[in-house]
């Protein structure tokens, strides 16, 4: 597996410290696939625009998405 340079979240700073700080109150705790793009808060931020645009609405409730998103991740042999 591939490893990248990330900032945790106690060294969060500057622009990237309110979008861990979302990330702290929705999850409680920063997911990796966010903190894959620490390094780049602008492709941070355009990241959760997608993800909330995604999750936000439409007619397929937040569990048949997820169910969905778990059968694309597995048929893509992907662990998350």
């Known amino acids: 597996m591939t490893?990248?340079?990330t900032v945790p979240p106690e060294d969060a700073r500057?622009?990237?410290?309110?979008?861990y700080e979302a990330c702290l109150r929705k999850f409680g705790f920063v997911p990796n696939i966010r903190r894959s793009m620490s390094l780049n808060p602008a492709a941070l931020r355009g990241y959760v625009k997608l993800s909330n645009a995604v999750y936000g609405g439409g007619p397929l409730s937040r569990v048949e998405r997820e169910m969905i998103a778990t059968v694309v991740s597995a048929a893509r042999d992907c662990h998350y």
């Open 3 to 5: 490893w990248i340079d």
């Open 14 to 19: 500057g622009p990237l410290e309110p979008l």
